[in-house]
């Protein structure tokens, strides 16, 4: 199984405290850091305020040098897909090669409303849209142009420039939704991530992305399969309730419906996620003055389930 650092920075974080922790866990032998796309922190104020995701790891691409890094997952919303195509490009070559994108349709209307940007009441289609043309546009051969025209998006005779390190950058789409989002998974993306659910409902969807992938004529083993969970952890009990309860966690429940606990209750519990076909596993670390906990978790924890 790999492991992957994922953050959420839209609830308080620096830039500078951002590069630390993608830094620890390179250091610290994780496979990426990840972070969220989010302009609006959920119940806290979020200061200092939100930090643009791609600008931000375009930077981090430069201060680090072998761990992979990514959005979990980009919101549609946010920019125009030939745009984006640009910027996740650029950063995918500022990294040497080393960007996973994650697109998703936006949840968040509060954070539009806030930054006034629209949010379509109906997004799954824009979703497909945009998936097509990013792809689309790093595909295209160099020298030739990408024309698309469809119901919310047209280009006409794009450069389809610049090219990414990678060909192709992979691509994560993700959630629960049971028919159109297993489709989509089987069509555009090289992993497939499932985030904040039951064991039962992770393995549930797993098997219709398998499904859909076999409908489509795809190999289902093709796709990674992947969750993320809130993740904290102590050398003790008493050490565990004291990181829960400082990123605002019941440690009864996110120790049910989360990854939390002693060293060997957070082993048996990703166990039991490698078990139901989990191979990439996103902990969710939401406190940013705690480096010590991705120290321990590598120590204490990943050496006997990785």
């Keep these: 199984m790999k492991f992957r650092v994922f953050t959420e920075p839209q609830q308080g974080a620096t830039y500078e405290q951002q590069v630390a922790m993608a830094q620890a866990a390179e250091r610290l032998g994780y496979d990426a850091w990840f972070r969220s796309d989010h302009l609006l922190a959920m119940d806290v104020d979020g200061a200092p305020g939100p930090t643009d995701s791609w600008v931000t790891l375009g930077a981090i691409a430069r201060e680090t040098s072998s761990i992979r890094l990514g959005t979990l997952v980009t919101s549609l919303t946010f920019r125009h897909p030939g745009l984006l195509a640009i910027q996740v490009a650029q950063v995918d070559a500022m990294s040497r090669g080393r960007i996973d994108f994650g697109l998703g349709t936006g949840w ?7 930054y006034g940007i629209p949010f379509p009441a109906k997004r799954f289609g824009l979703l497909e849209e945009q998936l097509e043309i990013i792809t689309g546009l790093w595909g295209t051969p160099e020298g030739e142009t990408y024309t698309f025209r469809g119901e919310h998006h047209e280009l006409v005779d794009s450069p389809a420039l610049p090219k990414p390190v990678q060909q192709p950058i992979p691509v994560i789409v993700g959630g629960g939704g049971p028919t159109r989002t297993p489709r989509l998974a089987a069509r555009f993306a090289a992993e497939f991530n499932v985030p904040f659910r039951s064991d039962a409902e992770i393995a549930e969807q797993f098997g219709r992305v398998r499904a859909a992938a076999e409908a489509a004529g795809r190999d289902p083993g093709s796709l990674v399969y992947s969750a993320a969970l809130t993740t904290t952890a102590g050398a003790t009990d008493a050490e565990y309730r004291r990181r829960a309860e400082r990123i605002g966690r019941d440690p009864e429940e996110l120790g049910r419906t989360g990854i939390g606990g002693t060293a060997q209750q957070v082993v048996d519990r990703i166990s039991g996620l490698a078990a139901i076909g989990v191979e990439t596993l996103y902990l969710q670390v939401l ?12 120590s204490e924890v990943l050496p006997k389930v990785g």
């Design 108 to 114: 968040y209307d509060a954070e539009h409303a806030a």
């Design 287 to 298: 406190d940013f003055d705690d480096l010590d906990l991705l120290e321990f978790l590598a």
